[in-house]
């Protein structure tokens, strides 16, 4: 690795997941990016080497380099979700490497919370299957913002443009029934490289980015004009010291959009509004913060606010209700049925719940709902109404990934059981326009 | 300090497509991490940091001090003594503790050694000894979150780990038990008697580390910049010579510019040729190296491709 001032300097954050199935080389495309972007270092290239000749294997199996707990080398598939982190001059990657098999749409899902963007691997010789279908429903139900296909294998089919044309037209126009606002195809060869770091040969046809490439440059920001500022109070700062025997600050991660000094917000659930007084940033007073930074907010008058309230604009406050309606992927072992008794956390705020109907579920390979399952059972998606103790300040999930999301726990054990988001599943579908100036003639 | 990516202009980030409002990679994970301390500061009862005066433990108390300030961090700090101690770290952590007003709890893996519970084993190495001196005191506070410095990038088992990780009364970690974390919605629920592991840092890497210490100027202790020691070579890495073992026969000590890039157990923890002696100088060394930190420097962690699943397993951290 060459070291240079720009390597070492700052640069911006992108957390990415990738879903696709062994056969469709995600393993090899994910060793790809570690291995071409110089982020496999000697000793655990040297495993890997080590591992591959183990098993017979001429030179080393990059699939190898993404294998974590021996429980799964042993079976030889991927059981969880396992992080990555690679780094270019450009920028920093988090990838949420998840398994694509059916019984793992929670691991895909897990994974997707927390991207900007999600990598859909098919194999050029299948293209479009239901897997594939699978994939880009949880990316567009988790409101992943920019996902990828990545048409995996031309090298298996003579690098012909037509081929990768019919998937990547195909994939597109599903996408964008789901609502999935961004999509890019790219041909690639995991495999024999092309168009993953290094840009194809083979392939002059394709005048887009590589995978790479388009990695780095996609935006990770978002526009706070347009989303409601939220933020949940984590902690209350009380110092009650000789020096600070008045402070009084509430700490939380900024949800979304932005705050400033001077601003009138509202305290919910007790509607109360007040001034924004200081801002401190993590000490450095600042007039204006903006997600996702932790901060701790001075208020102007001494009002009661502790953990668990949400701190909003007072005009641009969130419907508080009992009554949620959301789209959930179930992700426990034991099974969510109707009248069941629940923890549900929502921000910093946790509070009893219960599960008061399960409309449908919903099969992702073709989004037919089945009406009334009465449970729903691990790696189920489906819809629900729970009836919270108190009323909470939701926002709809796709306003506001942060805010419009909660967990169901079981308070007997604890277990996680259910990933919520509130509102409608899909996005209404992007009309086709052309307000994209980027054409790169790949960017469907 | 916060710095923020460029905003328009022809530099790098506007190309990017990235506004003034992306936060810097370095503010993204500093955010994540006092977020994850705040939220153990709200919904624990007694939290205490894992604290070995390594610098992903001097990061995290950094991280608390920011977290919590003008008010004194919440928590207390747990040091596991191997007995087998750089001198410069224990001075580190006495002053730390005194400088910021805390309450220092040690576990003794010496006292369980000299009351027969533990047996030295014979290659030296105590850091395997930790886990029971750790998950006693744990037990004997009743601590409930116990932060924890690791990070996903040192090594596969830890790349699947969660940043609230359940363990049971003998602190055993499952990897089919673990929660799966959606969002920042942690869920720390625990039966009396089990406790969370947490970890801030999950996402940090080595670099990063590195680079946010330079930012932000925190002081670590000497032994990670180059200095004079008397070493010797065992499985291709330089212990300190010392009490605890070493050199043995057949193994020679020389003198040798070194640094540690890792601070653990004196028997299993080696340092590496080094001229840096400086913040920067040891960034562009770890920046240019081909080798990752636990491969170059824990002799534990090459037991075998499952040594730290299997530790874990156990209850380590």
């Known amino acids: 690795m060459t070291t240079t001032t720009t390597e070492l300097s700052e640069t911006t954050l992108l957390r990415f997941a990738t879903a696709g199935s062994v056969d469709d080389g995600k393993s090899t495309l994910v060793g790809r990016l570690l291995h071409d972007s110089k982020s496999v270092l000697a000793d655990q290239l040297e495993a890997v080497e080590r591992a591959s000749a183990n098993r017979g294997q001429d030179g080393p199996d990059l699939a190898l380099l993404t294998d974590g707990l021996r429980a799964e080398r042993e079976q030889g598939i991927t059981i969880d979700v396992a992080y990555r982190y690679f780094a270019t001059p450009r920028r920093r990657f988090i990838l949420a490497d998840t398994p694509g098999h059916v019984q793992y749409t929670r691991n895909m899902v897990t994974g997707a919370s927390t991207a900007?963007?999600?990598?859909?691997?098919?194999?050029?010789?299948?293209?479009?299957?239901?897997?594939?279908?699978?994939?880009?429903?949880?990316?567009?139900?988790?409101?992943?913002?920019?996902?990828?296909?990545?048409?995996?294998?031309?090298?298996?089919?003579?690098?012909?443009?037509?081929?990768?044309?019919?998937?990547?037209?195909?994939?597109?126009?599903?996408?964008?029934?789901?609502?999935?606002?961004?999509?890019?195809?790219?041909?690639?060869?995991a495999l024999a490289g092309d168009n993953v770091v290094e840009p194809s040969a083979t392939m002059d046809w394709y005048g887009g980015p590589t995978v790479l490439e388009h990695l780095e440059t996609v935006p990770v920001s978002h526009d706070l004009a347009h989303c409601h500022a939220r933020l949940p109070v984590q902690y209350v700062i009380r110092p009650q010291t000789a020096e600070h025997p008045d402070y009084r600050g509430y700490a939380g991660q900024i949800a979304a959009g932005s705050f400033r000094v001077g601003e009138r917000v509202m305290v919910l659930p007790s509607g109360r509004t007040t001034t924004i007084s200081g801002i401190d940033l993590l000490g450095k007073p600042v007039d204006v913060a903006w997600t996702t930074q932790s901060v701790t907010i001075l208020l102007t008058d001494d009002i009661d606010v502790s953990r668990g309230d949400l701190i909003v604009p007072g005009k641009d406050a969130p419907q508080a209700t009992q009554d949620i309606e959301a789209t959930v992927c179930h992700v426990a072992d034991q099974p969510l049925t109707v009248g069941h008794?629940?923890?549900?956390?929502?921000?910093?705020?946790?509070?009893?719940?219960?599960?008061?109907?399960?409309?449908?579920?919903?099969?992702?390979?073709?989004?037919?709902?089945?009406?009334?399952?009465?449970?729903?059972?691990?790696?189920?998606?489906?819809?629900?109404?729970?009836?919270?103790?108190?009323?909470?300040?939701?926002?709809?999930?796709?306003?506001?990934?942060?805010?419009?999301?909660?967990?169901l726990i079981d308070p007997a054990d604890g277990t996680t059981l259910t990933a919520g988001m509130v509102g409608d599943s899909f996005a209404t579908p992007v009309p086709t326009h052309d307000d994209q100036t980027d054409d790169d003639g790949w960017d469907f | 300090m916060t710095t923020v990516a460029q905003i328009n202009g022809s530099g790098p980030s506007s190309e990017d497509g990235d506004s003034l409002y992306a936060l810097t990679h370095l503010d993204a994970l500093e955010s994540e991490a006092v977020h994850i301390l705040r939220e153990v500061a709200g919904e624990f009862e007694r939290p205490v940091i894992l604290f070995s005066g390594g610098k992903d433990s001097i990061l995290m108390l950094h991280l608390a001090l920011k977290a919590f300030a003008p008010a004194q961090v919440p928590f207390s700090l747990l040091h596991v003594d191997t007995g087998h101690n750089f001198p410069e770290v224990l001075e580190y952590r006495d002053r730390a503790v005194a400088a910021h007003g805390l309450r220092l709890h040690v576990a003794s893996v010496q006292d369980y050694i000299d009351r027969g519970v533990?047996?030295?084993?014979?290659?030296?190495?105590?850091?395997?000894?930790?886990?029971?001196?750790?998950?006693?005191?744990?037990?004997?506070?009743?601590?409930?979150?116990?932060?924890?410095?690791?990070?996903?990038?040192?090594?596969?088992?830890?790349?699947?780990?969660?940043?609230?990780?359940?363990?049971?009364?003998?602190?055993?970690?499952?990897?089919?038990?673990?929660?799966?974390?959606?969002?920042?919605?942690?869920?720390?629920?625990?039966?009396?008697?089990?406790?969370?592991?947490?970890?801030?840092?999950?996402?940090?890497?080595?670099?990063?580390?590195?680079?946010?210490?330079?930012?932000?100027?925190?002081?670590?202790?000497?032994?990670?910049?180059?200095?004079?020691?008397?070493?010797?070579?065992?499985?291709?890495?330089?212990?300190?010579?010392?009490?605890?073992?070493?050199?043995?026969?057949?193994?020679?000590?020389?003198?040798?510019?070194?640094?540690?890039?890792?601070?653990?157990?004196?028997?299993?923890?080696?340092?590496?040729?080094?001229?840096?002696?400086?913040?920067?100088?040891?960034?562009?060394?770890?920046?240019?190296?081909?080798?990752?930190?636990?491969?170059?420097?824990?002799?534990?962690?090459?037991?075998?491709?499952?040594?730290?699943?299997?530790?874990?397993?156990?209850?380590?951290?």
Not at chain 1, 375 to 387: P, S, T
Not at chain 2, 217 to 235: C, D, M
């Open chain 2, 118 to 317: 533990l047996k030295e084993r014979p290659d030296g190495t105590r850091n395997p000894l930790q886990t029971l001196p750790l998950t006693e005191k744990i037990q004997a506070e009743r601590f409930d979150a116990v932060f924890g410095g690791g990070r996903r990038d040192e090594e596969k088992a830890r790349a699947k780990e969660r940043v609230f990780s359940l363990r049971d009364e003998f602190s055993q970690w499952d990897p089919r038990r673990q929660r799966p974390e959606l969002w920042n919605l942690y869920n720390g629920r625990h039966a009396p008697g089990e406790h969370v592991r947490v970890f801030p840092l999950s996402n940090w890497t080595e670099l990063d580390v590195w680079q946010y210490i330079a930012r932000e100027n925190i002081e670590l202790p000497e032994i990670y910049f180059a200095h004079e020691r008397e070493v010797f070579q065992r499985s291709g890495m330089w212990l300190t010579a010392g009490e605890w073992g070493g050199p043995k026969d057949g193994e020679t000590v020389e003198k040798r510019q070194v640094r540690y890039r890792t601070v653990g157990d004196m028997s299993c923890t080696g340092a590496v040729d080094s001229d840096a002696t400086t913040l920067d100088a040891v960034i562009a060394e770890i920046a240019a190296s081909r080798l990752t930190e636990r491969g170059a420097t824990r002799a534990d962690d090459k037991l075998s491709e499952a040594a730290m699943e299997d530790r874990k397993r156990e209850g380590y951290f």
């Open chain 1, 341 to 407: 008794r629940v923890l549900l956390k929502h921000g910093t705020r946790t509070v009893k719940a219960v599960v008061k109907d399960i409309p449908s579920r919903l099969t992702l390979d073709d989004l037919s709902l089945h009406p009334h399952p009465e449970q729903l059972v691990a790696n189920d998606i489906g819809r629900v109404k729970i009836r919270t103790a108190e009323p909470l300040p939701v926002d709809s999930y796709a306003d506001s990934r942060r805010t419009g999301s909660f967990i």
């Open chain 1, 116 to 189: 900007e963007l999600t990598v859909i691997l098919v194999d050029a010789r299948n293209g479009v299957v239901e897997q594939t279908r699978r994939h880009a429903a949880i990316a567009a139900l988790l409101r992943v913002p920019h996902v990828v296909l990545a048409v995996n294998k031309m090298d298996l089919v003579d690098y012909r443009e037509a081929v990768f044309a019919a998937i990547a037209e195909e994939f597109t126009a599903y996408a964008t029934e789901l609502g999935i606002p961004d999509v890019t195809a790219i041909p690639i060869s």
